[in-house]
């Protein structure tokens, strides 16, 4: 963390702003800080809640995470979910009483007085109840919403970011999101939108001159020679997590940084941050290198389940986590999660894809027993491969029906996409016709129009008629206008036959 905040004297002094007028009812605003891997985001991010917390600021935390961009509302829920259950229910009843009412299905919570919305436009109401509970939440004082690693939100919550951006200069409210340049996917229209809107103040950290590369070895080694020091520089393109990573493994190798040396920081520059990292692992217990590789399938874990999945009892757990953490390996806060994306994903990197696979579904099943974890445990089922469990389609249907309840028909879809692909016996159509309305509902109406027409032919004759109506819809809003009202007119023939029949005795 010392060394990401090296030279960022200008950053700093612009949180120290932002921070200062939301705190005297100057208004609200967004920092968007933008940035390579290790450049220093997070610690940036981590100045802006310290300033927060020192003026007296509610402060409201969340991460996006690879594990769970197809988590409907998953940073949303991360920032005020805490908030919500903690309240009294008089307070609750409050923060989501008249327009936010919406907000309520996002947080799984009770909503009687919601107003009834058609599906599509449920992340509509959703987007504009949470901008409303912000406000509500920001009445009395002033609020700080801080967003990691913004490049791995899910799409309802970036889209609802960028709702809220655009009226956040009219509440005591201020947004701190930080997100990772030269990605794949890095030209994403919600980030674009952010980081365009005329009230954004952007950050874009460089990289650390050769002088503040020295400064951090010598914090780091015993003596640091200029050519040592102007090697790292070199190796690490003066990136803040690589040098000093790069200077913690030269440390553990017994390097002291004498100019003689240089040559062998150059051959250990040569590896990656992977191999650094479980060089280190390497060094430690049995116990602490089990449970990394748990909270690397978990991503944040508290340590009783990263303890579960790693087969370690509490006991075990505390000191294997402490060992971690002063390696540098794991951050220092709870949730048990690591210091910093990229040493995630080099130990998620060394573990073979079938060992993966296990302990995604294994993470599946302990957070199933918590049924208010249903939606986490969904999460690590899209990432294992399809074995004909019912169980695990049974599991993604329903958490495809929370997601749509709660306004984020995209979420649904993915869930329902990776069911369609859990061979489960005699559930084809019946998922086939759930993913069909969510594409629906999603905007995807070409993959809507395929999967509804090839769930019509296989559901039971009393579904029929509402699968063709829904077939109908998807044709129009398609852009098929003759087709629609051709499939219409197929099955209204049908129904009247059927009433024929029934009339003359042939109904069975």
């Known amino acids: 963390m010392a060394g990401e905040l090296l030279e960022r004297e200008a950053e700093r002094a612009v949180l120290a702003s932002a921070v200062g007028r939301v705190a005297t009812g100057a208004g609200g605003g ?10 220093g985001k997070t610690a940036l991010l981590a100045v802006a809640g310290g300033l927060a917390r020192a003026a ?3 402060t409201f935390r969340a991460a996006g995470a690879p594990l769970e961009r197809d988590f409907g509302y998953g940073v949303v829920r991360q920032l005020l979910e805490g908030e919500l259950r903690s309240s009294s229910p008089k307070e609750r009843a409050r923060l989501l009483g008249g327009a936010s009412a919406p907000a309520a299905a996002v947080f799984g919570l009770p909503d009687r007085q919601a107003p009834l919305v058609a599906e599509g436009d449920r992340s509509v109401a959703a987007r504009h109840a949470l901008v409303l509970l912000v406000g509500e939440l920001a009445r009395e004082h002033p609020v700080v919403l801080v967003v990691d690693d913004m490049h791995w939100a899910d799409r309802a919550s970036a889209r609802w970011l960028a709702h809220l951006a655009r009226r956040v200069d009219e509440l005591p409210a201020l947004i701190v999101a930080a997100a990772r340049t030269g990605e794949p996917g890095d030209e994403d229209a919600v980030l674009a939108e952010l980081a365009a809107g005329p009230g954004t103040r952007v950050l874009r950290p460089g990289a650390l001159s ?19 020091a102007s090697a790292c520089h070199e190796l690490t393109a003066g990136n803040p997590l690589l040098a000093g990573e790069l200077l913690r493994a030269a440390h553990e190798e017994g390097l002291a940084g004498t100019a003689e ?10 590896g ?21 590789s748990a909270v690397a399938v978990l991503g944040s874990a508290r340590v009783a389940d990263a303890a579960a999945l790693a087969g370690l009892s509490p006991r075990d757990a505390e000191p294997a986590a402490d060992e971690l953490i002063e390696t540098g390996i794991l951050r220092q806060e709870l949730p048990l999660g690591f210091a910093h994306p990229l040493l995630r994903a080099a130990v998620e990197a060394d573990m073979p894809p079938a060992r993966r696979d296990r302990a995604h579904r294994r993470a599946a099943e302990l957070l199933a027993a918590d049924p208010a974890r249903a939606d986490e445990a969904a999460v690590h089922l899209l990432h294992t491969e399809p074995a004909g469990s019912p169980w695990v389609a049974e599991a993604l249907c329903a958490a495809a029906d929370r997601a749509l309840m709660r306004g984020a028909p995209g979420a649904a879809v993915v869930l329902l996409g990776r069911a369609l692909a859990e061979p489960a016996a ?9 993913l069909g309305r969510a594409e629906r509902y999603a905007g995807r ?16 004759v009393a579904e029929r008629d509402e699968l063709a109506r829904e077939l109908a819809l998807a044709l129009f809003y398609h852009n098929r206008p003759e087709e629609a009202r051709a499939c219409w007119r197929r099955r209204s023939r049908a129904w009247r036959a059927r009433l024929s029949r029934c009339a003359s005795g042939g109904c069975g």
């Open 30 to 39: 967004l920092v968007l800080v933008l940035g390579e891997a290790g450049i």
């Open 56 to 58: 007296g600021i509610r």
């Open 426 to 434: 005699g559930r084809r159509g019946a998922v086939l016709a759930a």
């Open 261 to 270: 040396e240089t040559y062998r920081l150059q051959a250990l520059g040569a």
């Open 445 to 460: 109406t070409e993959d809507a129009v395929r999967h509804l027409r090839e769930a019509v032919g296989l559901a039971p």
């Open 272 to 292: 990656r941050i992977t191999d650094w990292v479980m060089r280190r692992l390497g060094r430690m217990s049995a116990g602490a290198r089990e449970l990394a």
């Open 210 to 228: 050769a002088d503040a590369v020295t400064a951090l070895a010598s914090t780091i080694l015993d003596q640091v020679a200029v050519e040592f």
